[in-house]
């Protein structure tokens, strides 16, 4: 047993004098029950890459030497060390496998022999009494719990916990009435507030003990190859929060021009070329995943609040137009129901008002690229100019949604603007102009300078479409620069 200084000391101390240990909550777990969990429970001390410290709890399970915990509180971590309630401290060695969709994380830890808690796969059902072992104020306790509902998320299976569970308790077991892991818990922040969920305790079966341990000096993410910057403290955040970002973009680029006409799509009978729920429940996972990012910087949490609320409104003309196709389903078009209607307009008005809610953050997402390369660098061309990060080199709109992974696919085409006028067709991909050649992650404003530069002229473009090349002899309109520039 090593007690390396007053602070474990004092924790030793108060486990001996909460004896038999109580909960926070209203009642006392069971009798027996806990001093068989709480000596498999562990604070995890975490010293990350930029040099401040964070704390978490795991437990001893699965199998001998190996700790479950939450992924997000152990990454970009360099050095971790785990506190039993008796004072006793280990070294933690590395991360043996990790769940990034579901934050689980299987670690190494340097102690053998120490009691496992059994891990019950079993569904929980609503009501179902918990408990959820905690660290506060330093000392070991018991908080009671219980299942209000079995949520899906993104895919991802959650139990909405009833009560509060205290801070910095992400990774703690949550355990049923036999003492028995029932599943992890994690804190989601939605809508601007914490709710406290339990992962089910079958996800950590899926994590696979026998991969060779991952050192915490390979397991944090490095700058890139080449780069002498080094990782800002909220490295993580940063390229998650781009990625997130990079979903809106797509989702509202894609998304905006097939709600615009679900009208007659869905009058038909059928809800169109998207998969609706589908699409519901990828950007489910993408509120998931935001809800993961913790920071204690002002501006990161402006900006990862003001994503969630862009999320929300993508999620809700979602809903409306599944409402739209529901309702309109095997109506012929002359009956089509006024509530449909009316559910389409509002899917409509709430895309249309993301570019501008966008616009409005401009200021800030600028200040964040130029403090953090994970940011800048996470972002393709067109994201920045999404974000205005940086701002367009061309004055000229083509009139199509284009996603931000490849702006050369023509993926819609408004009636009546530049790129219907110059010959191109949804679904085409702009190969080359001019005789240069374009790749996904070229600029598409050096496509539009061409265009730009040659008013009342011929440009030759080359499109694949259908699956075929075709050759357009692009005729310029002489107002180009008139009629089809930027609105400020």
């Known amino acids: 047993m090593r007690i390396q200084n007053k602070h474990h000391i004092l924790i030793a101390l108060a486990m001996l004098l909460t004896a038999p240990l109580v909960s926070w909550g209203q009642e006392t777990i069971p009798g027996g029950v806990s001093p068989k969990i709480l000596p498999s429970v562990a604070i995890l001390n975490i010293q ?47 991360i043996l496998d990790k769940d ?24 929980l059902a609503a009501g179902e009494k918990l408990f959820c072992p905690v660290v506060k104020n330093g000392a070991f306790g018991v908080v009671e719990t219980s299942v209000l509902e079995a949520v899906i998320k993104g895919g991802i299976k959650f139990y909405h916990l009833a009560g509060e569970i205290p801070g910095g308790n992400s990774g703690s077991p949550i355990i049923n009435s036999r003492g028995e892991v029932a599943g992890v818990h994690v804190t989601i922040t939605q809508d601007g507030k914490d709710m406290e969920m339990a992962l089910p305790s079958a996800y950590i079966l899926g994590l696979e003990p026998s991969l060779p341990v991952q050192p915490w000096t390979q397991a944090a993410a490095q700058p890139a190859p080449g780069s002498s910057a080094a990782r800002g ?47 519901q429940s990828d950007l489910d996972n993408d509120i998931a995943q935001l809800g993961w990012l913790k920071t204690d910087d002002p501006l990161r949490q402006k900006l990862i609040q003001a994503t969630g609320q862009l999320l929300a409104k993508e999620k809700q003309a979602l809903e409306y137009d599944i409402n739209c196709a529901n309702l309109n389903k095997n109506t012929p078009p002359s009956k089509a129901v006024p509530q449909a209607e009316d559910f389409g307009r509002r899917a409509t008005a709430l895309l249309h008002s993301i570019p501008g809610q966008v616009q409005s953050l401009h200021p800030d997402f600028r200040q964040l690229a130029q403090g953090s390369p994970e940011f800048l660098n996470a972002l393709p061309t067109e994201m920045r100019y999404f974000l205005g990060v940086v701002d367009r080199k061309s004055k000229l709109v083509l009139g199509a949604y284009m996603p931000a992974k490849n702006p050369f696919f023509i993926q819609g085409l408004i009636q009546y603007n530049l790129g219907e006028k110059l010959g191109l067709h949804d679904g085409d991909t702009i190969i080359s102009a001019g005789g240069r050649t374009f790749k996904a992650d070229d600029d598409i404003e050096d496509f539009k300078l061409m265009i730009e530069a040659n008013p009342g002229g011929a440009l030759e473009v080359v499109v694949n ?15 180009v620069l008139q009629k089809y520039l930027r609105t400020p």
């Open 48 to 94: 990350r890459a930029d040099g401040k410290p964070a704390i978490g709890t795991a437990f001893l399970g699965v199998k001998d030497g190996m700790l479950v915990t939450a992924l997000h509180i152990i990454r970009d971590a360099v050095r971790v060390t785990a506190t039993f309630p008796n004072g006793e401290e280990f070294d933690c060695s590395g």
């Open 100 to 123: 990034e969709r579901r934050n689980l994380a299987l670690i190494r830890i340097k102690a053998f022999g120490r009691p496992m808690l059994k891990i019950d796969p079993a569904e």
């Open 233 to 279: 403290p909220n490295a993580a955040v940063d390229a998650s929060l781009a990625a997130t970002l990079f979903e809106v973009h797509d989702f509202w680029s894609s998304y905006t021009l097939f709600s615009e006409r679900i009208y007659s799509i869905t009058r038909y009978g059928n809800l169109g070329r998207l998969d609706l729920y589908k699409v």
């Open 465 to 479: 479409r259908g699956g075929k090349m075709k050759t357009l002899s692009m005729k310029i309109p002489p107002d």
